[in-house]
């Protein structure tokens, strides 16, 4: 089963006699092409160009498959040298160490593929496909269900991983399946009910399998103007209360109910507090903005502050909706 559409460029013969593999040290220094694909490893990669805080230091090794192939040879590449592997999708929910990421880090972003089947209401999707692009894909057909999700700045993949959500409304609800692939290459489709979901997790954060596409379960037949028009009320609504004018990972905190995580932080007096270029957001409290130069370091110290000022006044713990990747420092200044 394919599950991309694209093709990347493909390694020349020069590219492919740059360098021998050398078995006895797991990272290479020459750009990797992969055998019988079109994909190729890179080596120190900066990853704050595909983070949406726009931070982060560099990977030891780098690529970005365009199809299940590429994926899998990723994968078999990794394990034959015993690398870590990390997963980056559009980098809109991490925070990434200015030491950046060892190991091996895929990113699924150029896996792309979309089916709208009239017949079942299904939306089949690959893991890179824009959660955006595919609500305003949605409406425009007139089918219900995405409409929330146009203001959720990730991908399928990032969305099934972390039962992404929003106006009350998650991923969870319209799951039908995932395709997830295994570190040994074997793939397998789950259920929501074998996902474990529960408030923005499933037992996938913190695993080694990769979501390689979903399907969901939406409802057609509705008036495509209607739909468009309540998408565009919820990207309205998004844009009025929530701050898209810095880069930022989006909330940084899960809601401990009863509270919401961004008026705990508010009330709390926080609101604008600044360390380095990293800020508490004037428009919504549970941001963390980068004001410009911003490093991961500044970020990271002002969620640990934001943390210990709630858990002072609130004796409430905030707990971390932003996935932080490699190394920070144990206290801050």
Known sequence: MTISQAAGNVCTASALN????????????????????DCAIKPQACLSAFTSYRVGGAADLYVAPRNLEALQASLKYAKERDLKVTTLGAGSNLLVS??????????????????????????????????PSLAWAAAELGWQGLEWAVGIPG?????????????????????????????????????????????????L?????????ATLQLAPGADPAKVVAITKQHKKHRLSTQPYNFPSCGSVFRNPKPYTAGW???????????IGGAQVALLHANFIVNRGGAKASDIFCLIRHIQHQVQERWSINLEPEVKMLGEFQAACG
Not at 113 to 125: A, C, E, M, R, Y
Not at 205 to 213: E, L, M, N
């Open 18 to 37: 740059t360098k021998k593999h050398q078995t006895t040290n797991p990272v290479e220094s020459e750009v990797i092409c992969l055998p019988n694909t």
């Open 98 to 131: 200015d030491r950046g990421i060892t190991g091996l880090v895929i990113a699924t972003r150029h896996l792309r593929f979309s089916n709208f089947d009239p017949d079942t209401g299904q939306l089949t999707v690959a893991a890179g496909e824009s959660i």
């Open 155 to 203: 991908t399928a993949g990032g969305a099934v991983v972390m039962n992404a959500g929003a106006h009350n409304s998650c991923i969870a609800d319209m799951l039908v399946s995932a395709q997830v692939l295994s570190p040994d290459g074997t793939l397998e489709t789950l259920t929501p009910e074998q996902l474990g979901y529960s408030y923005r997790t499933s037992l």
């Open 205 to 213: 954060q913190g695993g080694d399998r990769i979501v390689t596409q």
């Open 264 to 274: 705990l932080i508010e009330q709390t007096g926080l609101k604008g507090y600044q």
